[in-house]
């Protein structure tokens, strides 16, 4: 339970440091303002989903029809994860810092050092969370996106369409190797295509067919299942999301995407996979045309989850937790620049004092009909 503090003694230490901040778009770029202040972690917050509508034909009569029969359905969005970091300082390490008049740095350092860490931990547990719960992807496994075109956001775009987006507040995320690529391209780096200077200049991604882009250090690689020479067993009607696979071995991840023989058209996320031959299932709205009994299935390759979505498709939830009274327990709840609030608590023990930060945290798509990866 060594600290090490040479590089702090107070002949050597002067200047502040500024700590390092990795790029953070996923979190800003989800509905986080959620109410959730009587959910405990563990607990369930259920958000309601109305069921496809359908039309029908308008008879006139004189007695009045029952309107149509409605199934709802419901996500439920959990507090999963209550994360800390935590650190100490014996009596005579804190005297030392003193000394040099640089305790109160020392602290703010780790402080933010804390918040980083667990900032990034809930980007990319969000970041996860997005990519197994999206409709559908475009793009090509293994090949960064923008390249030499973004070509790719107009199909992004396209899906969500599709499948009956909002298309008003269009979010897309990927990596920083992505953001190279785009910040290469003719149409950023020459004024004349791009219409201005701006994004030159500034570094900052401006609105492409109607996205805000943005970066982030979450963006993780999906290692897809051994699933292999899978057919479908029987036939699925558009709109359907199970599938039940035979004949085939290997696993079936969430997050895998899958093409299918018969369509050509569309790369299918899953939602629901297994270890072996049975039922999985596609996230909504699910298979868009009818795929035949029998039809052969590809598990696509490993990809970078690059992140496609409608703002309100995905619900966070973050809080600081709750900490019961103690007269050895010093609490105080501190918020960063991008608004996230943690609790710091100082526990005096014999000798030494623990620092500990902590952070709670869920995400969850509610409308999978409202997001699509980039796959890269």
């Not at 440091?17 to 986080?32: D, K, L």
């Not at 775009?157 to 507040?169: E, I, S, V, W, Y």
């Not at 109607?210 to 699925?236: D, M, N, Q």
């Amino acid at each position: 339970m060594a600290n090490t503090l040479t590089a702090l003694i107070p002949t050597l230490y002067s200047a502040a440091q500024e700590v390092s901040n990795e790029p953070f778009g996923v979190i800003s770029s989800i509905a986080a303002s959620f109410d959730d202040k009587g959910v405990a972690v563990g607990d369930s917050v259920r958000v309601p989903i109305a069921p496809t509508a359908q039309t029908a034909d308008f008879v006139p009569a004189m007695t009045a029809s029952a309107g149509s029969d409605a199934a709802a359905s419901s996500v439920d969005v959990q507090i999963t994860a209550n994360k800390f970091v935590s650190w100490h300082l014996t009596g005579e390490q804190l005297r030392s810092l003193q000394n040099g008049d640089n305790d109160r740095e020392w602290v703010r350092q780790m402080v933010a050092q804390g918040m980083r860490a667990l900032r990034n931990g809930a980007e990319q547990a969000c970041a996860q969370a997005i990519k197994v719960g999206a409709s559908r992807a475009v793009g090509s496994a293994g090949t960064t996106p923008f390249g030499s075109d973004i070509n790719l956001i107009a199909e992004a775009r396209k899906t969500l369409a599709d499948n009956g987006a909002p298309l008003t507040d269009l979010q897309m995320v990927f990596d920083t190797a992505a953001g190279l690529n785009l910040r290469k391209l003719g149409i950023v780096q020459q004024s004349y295509l791009a219409g201005g200077d701006a994004e030159r200049r500034s570094g900052d991604l401006q609105r492409q067919f109607g996205f805000t882009l943005r970066e982030s250090a979450g963006i993780g690689l999906h290692t897809k299942g051994t699933g292999a020479s899978y057919v479908t067993s029987g036939a699925t009607a558009p709109g359907v999301a199970d599938i039940t696979l035979a004949t085939g071995t290997g696993t079936v991840l969430s997050g895998d995407v899958l093409s299918f023989a018969a369509d050509g058209a569309n790369k299918y996320v899953v939602g629901t996979g297994r270890s072996g031959p049975g039922l999985i299932s596609l996230n909504r709205p699910g298979a868009r045309i009818t795929i035949p009994i029998g039809n052969g299935v590809t598990v696509g390759n490993n990809y970078t989850a690059n992140l496609a979505f409608e703002r309100n498709a995905v619900v966070g939830i973050m809080r600081p937790p709750v900490m019961p009274a103690n007269p050895l327990m010093q609490q105080q709840l501190i918020s960063d620049s991008t608004g996230m609030t943690y609790l710091l608590v100082q526990i005096a023990g014999d000798g030494m004092s623990t620092w500990r930060l902590h952070l709670a945290y869920g995400f969850k798509v509610v409308q999978s009909e409202h997001v699509a990866l980039v796959m890269g």
